[in-house]
């Protein structure tokens, strides 16, 4: 089952502008992982938050997690025609001493040059 | 480039055959996990190996297996492919608890 929902499932804006990407979950968790996928092909790690963090960045993407809400977002600042791709968040919870990843469907990004 | 390696990158097959996806994690990575991504039931978690030995099993059929062998390498096994099966399947590596876990580039798999 999917433990994380992103939203919106798809989201297509112009070069330049922000986008914003949120992922919900359900149980508690031990971290948070944004990737990106560029049409099939393999997943790209992009950051990690741990759940004792609240906001972290990386370049022009900024990561929020609040765990009262059970939620994180994805702010993908001055996007560039490159940042198109589907982005999915993924969350572990230590089951039985694994951290197996429990992923979303993924939000859907164009950026329009 | 993640430092994950997966082989082959494309495989063709027909109902009923069996076949074998390769995985080499990063080095020094210990555990490995393979997925599966197909359109209706987006990406999943199939299973873990850690050391050699099977840590956790998610969401795999009867009819998959999978080891890591002692250099650390893992294989899936696929076996009385259906149509269904027709997937991307994705094997990630980490270098311990709470880490991040890097993806290789991934097998695609037609099933016919």
């Known amino acids: 089952s999917q433990q994380g929902e992103e939203d919106p499932q798809a989201l297509s804006i112009q070069e330049g502008e922000n986008a914003t990407m949120n992922c919900s979950y359900k149980t508690s968790i031990n971290n948070l992982q944004w990737y990106r996928q560029n049409s099939g092909r393999g997943l790209v790690h992009l950051i990690l938050?741990?759940?004792?963090?609240r906001e972290k960045h990386s370049g022009r993407l900024r990561v929020t997690l609040d765990t009262s809400k059970k939620s994180s977002s994805l702010l993908i600042t001055a996007s560039r025609a490159a940042d198109t791709a589907s982005y999915f968040c993924a969350t572990d919870a230590r089951r039985a001493g694994s951290y197996q990843l429990t992923f979303g469907k993924g939000t859907k990004l164009s950026v329009i040059p | 480039d993640s430092g994950v390696t997966q082989t082959p990158k494309h495989l063709i097959t027909a109902t009923g055959q069996r076949v074998t996806l390769r995985c080499s994690p990063r080095?020094?990575?210990?555990?490995v996990y393979w997925y599966q991504q197909s359109l209706d039931q987006g990406l999943q978690f199939l299973i873990q190996y850690y050391n050699g030995e099977e840590r956790a099993k998610g969401n795999i059929l009867e009819r998959f297996s999978a080891q890591q062998f002692p250099d650390l390498h893992s294989e899936l096994n696929l076996s009385s492919l259906e149509l269904g099966d027709s997937a991307l399947y994705f094997c990630?590596?980490?270098?311990?608890?709470?880490?991040?876990?890097?993806f290789g580039p991934g097998t695609r798999l037609t099933v016919l």
């Open positions: 080095s020094g990575d210990l555990s």
């Open positions: 938050i741990r759940s004792n963090e």
């Open positions: 990630a590596s980490d270098g311990g608890p709470t880490d991040t876990q890097y």
